[in-house]
């Protein structure tokens, strides 16, 4: 069992910055695929990041690219999603999804909330204009 749990979310206006924590404990791996994902009420969950943390290799959605940065500390097993510019409509519930072995994030299945085995429990942004 692997344990995830975020941090960091809040409030900001537009143009501003937030950045989210996703500590990870239990039977975690070395290799996994570490996925962020937010969903906004009413509308489907999506991914915007994804890490193969066996490699560092880094994937993100067209739409918080260049935006967005996923990075990861080995050390502390934490992932973080630093979020800059961000736009009203990124206002969502943001979530932390691991897939042991890290297989999901090769190849498209990286946005699919249903290729992740462990979630954690989210933590909200919400941006103002």
């Known amino acids: 069992q692997v344990q995830l749990v975020e941090s960091g979310g809040g409030s900001v206006q537009a143009g501003g910055s937030l950045r989210l924590s996703c500590a990870a404990s239990?039977?975690?791996?070395?290799?996994?695929?570490m996925g962020w994902f937010r969903q906004a009420p009413g509308k489907e969950r999506e991914g915007v990041a994804a890490m193969y943390t066996g490699a560092g290799w880094i994937y993100y959605a067209d739409s918080v690219k260049g935006r967005f940065t996923i990075s990861r500390d080995n050390a502390n097993q934490t992932v973080y999603l630093q979020m800059n510019s961000l736009k009203v409509e990124d206002t969502a519930m943001y979530y932390c999804a691991a897939d042991q072995g890290g297989v999901t994030c090769f190849g498209s299945q990286r946005w699919s909330p249903g290729a992740y085995n462990y979630w954690g429990q989210g933590t909200q942004v919400t941006v103002s204009s």
């Open positions: 239990g039977n975690t791996y070395r290799r996994n695929c």
